[in-house]
């Protein structure tokens, strides 16, 4: 049964940092498709950052040079690492599998089948 947990949220002033951990179970992380998204209240579910089956990751342009996507396998978890956090970067954030077949493509919320619960990120300013 795959399951997939977040945590690492919290409350931070803006400039600060925060490190969300994805805590993946029922299969290994190495080689799986998995990203970070957000959505904050009135808009929609965004991606944060991904890694797809090839190692290759993507970041939104928003979070370029901030954010940075990273795989413990020993510990079989999906970190991303957020500093310099912005006023625009609270949100719920949620992490995304698609841990039973290879995938290559566009890190679109589509292209996910297992989802977390989320993990709030609040930054005041």
């Known amino acids: 049964q795959v399951q997939l947990v977040e945590s690492g949220g919290g409350s931070v002033q803006a400039g600060g940092s925060l490190r969300l951990s994805c805590a993946a179970s029922g299969y290994r992380i190495t080689g799986v498709s998995m990203g970070w998204f957000r959505q904050a209240p009135g808009k929609e579910r965004a991606l944060v950052a991904c890694?797809?089956?090839?190692?290759?990751?993507t970041y939104a342009d928003s979070v370029k040079g901030r954010f940075t996507l990273s795989q413990d396998t020993a510990s079989n978890t999906l970190d991303l690492q957020m500093n310099s956090l912005k006023v625009d970067d609270a949100a719920m954030y949620y992490c995304?599998?698609?841990?039973?077949?290879?995938?290559?493509?566009?890190?679109?919320?589509?292209?996910?089948?297992?989802w977390g619960q989320g993990t709030q990120v609040t930054v005041s300013s």
């Open positions: 995304a599998a698609r841990p039973w077949s290879r995938y290559y493509g566009d890190c679109t919320s589509n292209a996910y089948n297992y």
């Open positions: 890694v797809r089956s090839s190692g290759t990751t």
